[in-house]
């Protein structure tokens, strides 16, 4: 096939679609975004194309995931500008449905997983989340029908959550955790980062400066809780208002006390004027 993006609403064109590449020497990778593309998504791409013969993007924003107070009405939307980059990038196939195709009259299911999506981090401020993410994840995992999914490991919650899930319900596609692309400074790509006024993006890299820091101390021998006492105090003075910053197990997100118990994923989410931020890093 030339390299023609073909852009698909309904699951019946979907499945068509996809038909002529279910074959042995041939997969299909997924990577699942709700559009805003920026550098970090075209890694996924990248790593995608580098992994199967086919690359599918779904650009669905979805309500489920947003509480009534949070910004699904004013997400940042750029379908066009998005299939431009997704064109230039030889992607494959856009999957592009509707909120009344993903959820039509009467659907009445709703995934509620548990483990890392109970870890106290992410659901603890959006309890909402991580049902809506693994319910829209699954089905776009049997829509697609993918051998690989890619997800940016900056969502590292989100990336743990979304592999126990596809485990338990036996869903034959490998999920991918893609190292988090940053800027320069360091500050973590994300499509809420426009949100951030001039001098709130000024401050915002402090986010990875501080994680890196109580990282490389945890690295040194100290102990934990006061290496993260400490960076609590950092992002007080930085002016950002902390949410959680937590030494976790880098695979069941469970509480650990001692290096130990790792491996370790440090990962903190903090607010700053009226955009939250979240980011992590390994130790
Ligand atoms: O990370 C995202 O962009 C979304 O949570 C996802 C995985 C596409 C599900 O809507």
Request: with cysteine; aromatic share 8%.
């Amino acid at each position: 096939m030339a390299n023609r993006l073909k852009i698909i609403r309904t699951v019946s064109s979907l499945r068509r679609a996809l038909e002529p590449f279910r074959r042995p020497n041939e997969r299909v990778a997924l990577v699942p975004t709700m559009g805003a593309l920026h550098r970090g998504h075209m890694a996924l791409v990248r790593e995608a194309q580098r992994r199967s013969e086919r690359v599918v993007v779904s650009i669905f924003v979805n309500p489920t995931q947003f509480a009534p107070n949070e910004d699904f009405a004013s997400y940042p939307r750029s379908f066009a500008t998005d299939l431009k980059a997704l064109r230039d990038a030889k992607v494959d196939f856009v999957w592009a449905p509707s909120v009344e195709t993903m959820y039509p009259d009467g659907f009445g299911t709703r995934l509620a997983p548990e483990g890392a999506a109970k870890a106290g981090l992410e659901d603890e401020f959006r309890p909402h989340f991580f049902g809506g993410v693994a319910t829209v994840v699954a089905k776009l995992f049997t829509q697609v029908l993918p051998d690989f999914a890619l997800f940016g490991q900056k969502d590292y919650q989100q990336l743990r959550v979304v592999t126990q899930m596809a485990k338990d319900l036996d869903l034959p596609v490998k999920v991918i955790g893609v190292p988090t692309v940053r800027e320069p400074d360091g500050l973590a790509l994300s499509s809420r980062n426009v949100y951030l006024s001039a001098t709130e993006r000024a401050v915002a890299p402090m986010l990875y400066r501080v994680l890196n820091d109580c990282a490389a101390r945890i690295k040194n021998g100290e102990k934990i809780d006061r290496v993260l006492n400490v960076g609590r105090i950092e992002f007080d003075l930085a002016g950002f208002g902390l949410d959680y910053l937590e030494a976790r197990h880098a695979v069941t997100l469970a509480p650990i006390s001692t290096s130990k118990d790792g491996p370790i994923r440090l990962l903190a989410a903090v607010r700053l004027g009226k955009t939250r931020l979240i980011d992590n890093v390994p130790v």
